[in-house]
């Protein structure tokens, strides 16, 4: 491993470079016991909170949370939870908020939705980056549940495309004047803390994106109509306007002009926060699968007999056990404090958002003509389910970051040979070092050292498979160069290699912790769980490896282009 990935510590880059970085992901991280109890007094006490207080089929009928769930809630501490302690929160570790969030999402979705816009995202940047006057004036609210916070970055015209805002703030004095709206703002109706990104000039007169505390009350602050959505009634979402608002200087949080990096910090980590909610999700329809499909039956037998059915829920199952292992490995790496776990959050939030889609998908079949009707709960968890493929970027925005991030060290280093061709004589190490490189990349790889013998056959793909998505870069890279951003066939097949890489190694180092700990026998529905996972995943992997370079992209090209032309299909067989 190079320096460069030595320092970055990110075990989905060095994958890119055909590297195993084990130290970042061995051993699977593991809660502190103390903490650990603690949660489970809390899951003990919200379940019960939620059978007696949450009625999710009535707050999708009316459109709103009930105030006194959420004064529930917040008796309990659960809108402080990552807050640390000092400004009146719990100080929980991600791992143990998300395994909440997890249990909040699998009661009731529009609960989760405003449960993780308040602290997942709303008031991150006053954690991660706002002063100690900021934190000691806002959090201490916030912790309570006495106020709730909301993220405000999407505008009409700049959705994923963030640099695209159009809000203003101007600098006038001792305090900003800003100017410009928002869309789609979860908690928007009702919350009091904002954390807004307007773009602010700077001393060069370059124009760049800052991060501003908002409050309700200031002047000129007003928000539009609930908008009516296709899932999550109970979650309030509305557009909010800015009407040359005097925000103080102080509210300023991170530095001027940076509000850009605050922005993908505070997504980076509510992305985990969703990827955790989907995996309750989840988890959930399997429970409700399996109980029907063992009580139904048809031809004299229960349909729980019928492989077709078990197919279904096998896949559910194994989803479950892969996007928990994936969600908490990154939680652990978050927890740890000296991680890159960007891609890695990004990896979950795609991988978690396809499997609630699967699972509500294969919960409906299973249910049959019930799963079609509103009296029971599949119809709303498929309306509820499907914002999350685009919550928190959408999933074709998150595979192009995935892709391209992951190739970022590896494409200038490879800039960097190509301009020592041109002059060999006076680069002959640069040179020497790749042919070095190539050589040691066809001839061997790095190892998964010292995993339990169990584990030998899917240490031994994914082995081959990280060497392979060196090999799909490199080749991607060599051909296309500047305009690999404009390739998105082909960063998606890297992307998938990526998210299905990631999941092999979080399934291994969880299984040989487990295997370690312990009697092998004791850990058999995990070990199949894992192994029927691994054995899926290389196969897609090795799919996605060879379309890389031997595709029908082209043709791909001609029919959308063609679509485009004639504005749909436009082909009559009878006319």
């Not at 009731?108 to 991660?128: E, P, R, W």
């Not at 159009?166 to 703002?185: F, R, S």
Request: proline share 2%.
């Amino acid at each position: 491993m190079t320096q460069s990935e030595r320092e970055s510590k990110s075990f989905c880059k060095a994958m890119f470079a055909g590297n195993i970085a084990q130290d970042v992901i061995s051993p699977f991280p593991e809660m502190d016991a103390e903490e650990k109890e603690n949660l489970n007094l809390i899951l003990t006490s919200l379940r019960q909170f939620a059978k007696d207080n949450v009625d999710s089929a009535e707050i999708d009928r009316s459109g709103e949370i009930p105030k006194e769930v959420l004064e529930g809630m917040a008796e309990m501490g659960l809108f402080g939870m990552s807050i640390p302690e000092a400004y009146g929160g719990y100080g929980f570790s991600v791992t143990a908020y998300n395994r909440v969030f997890e249990e909040v999402a699998a009661i009731d979705a529009s609960l989760a939705v405003t449960f993780g816009a308040h602290q997942s995202i709303g008031l991150k940047a006053l954690i991660l980056h706002g002063t100690e006057e900021q934190k000691k004036k806002f959090l201490p609210q916030l912790a309570s549940g006495e106020k709730f916070a909301a993220f405000a970055l999407t505008e009409p015209g700049a959705g994923s495309d963030a640099a695209g805002i159009k809000t203003t703030a101007v600098k006038n004095g001792d305090h900003y004047i800003l100017n410009g709206n928002k869309i789609w703002i979860t908690n928007g109706g009702f919350a009091h803390f904002f954390t807004v990104f307007a773009k602010t000039e700077m001393e060069n007169g370059e124009q760049k994106i800052t991060a501003f505390a908002v409050t309700r009350d200031m002047e000129g602050f007003s928000s539009g109509k609930e908008e009516e959505k296709l899932g999550i009634h109970g979650s309030s979402t509305t557009e909010i306007n800015f009407d040359n608002i005097k925000v103080p200087a102080e509210n300023v949080i991170g530095p001027l002009g940076k509000g850009f990096k605050v922005a993908m910090e505070v997504l980076n980590s509510g992305r985990l926060g969703l990827a955790a909610g989907c995996l309750g999700g989840v988890k959930k329809l399997l429970q409700m699968s399996a109980e029907h499909a063992k009580n139904r039956q048809q031809f004299n037998t229960p349909i729980a007999k019928f492989e077709m059915i078990q197919e279904k829920i096998t896949a559910m199952a194994v989803d479950a056990f892969a996007l928990e292992s994936m969600v908490y490995m990154t939680t652990g790496l978050v927890d740890r404090g000296d991680v890159d776990y960007s891609i890695e959050s990004a990896v979950c939030k795609v991988y978690a958002s396809e499997a609630i889609w699967r699972a509500i998908d294969h919960g409906m079949q299973v249910a049959g003509g019930i799963g079609y009707s509103k009296e029971y709960s599949y119809e709303r968890a498929l309306r509820d389910a499907r914002i999350n493929l685009i919550f928190e970027g959408a999933n074709e925005i998150l595979r192009s970051f995935i892709a391209l991030s992951g190739m970022q060290e590896h494409g200038e280093y490879l800039k960097t040979v190509g301009k020592a061709l041109k002059n060999p004589l006076s680069e002959l190490g640069v040179i020497t070092d790749f042919a070095i490189h190539r050589i040691k990349s066809y001839v061997s790889s790095d190892r998964f050292d010292d995993v339990h013998d169990s584990l030998s056959s899917e240490v031994g793909k994914y082995e081959e498979y990280v060497k392979e998505l060196h090999s799909c870069v490199e080749k991607a890279l060599t051909k296309y160069r500047k305009d690999i951003i404009h390739q998105g066939f082909i960063l998606e097949r890297i992307a998938d290699m990526t998210i299905d890489l990631f999941g092999m190694a979080a399934v291994i180092s969880r299984l040989d912790g487990m295997l370690k700990a312990g009697n092998p026998t004791k850990v058999k529905r995990e070990l199949t769980l894992g192994k029927l996972f691994c054995e899926e995943a290389w196969r897609r992997i090795r799919r996605n490896s060879r379309q890389v370079t031997n595709n029908a992209d082209n043709l791909r090209r001609e029919v959308a282009n063609d679509v485009y032309e004639f504005n749909g299909y436009n082909l009559d067989l009878m006319g």
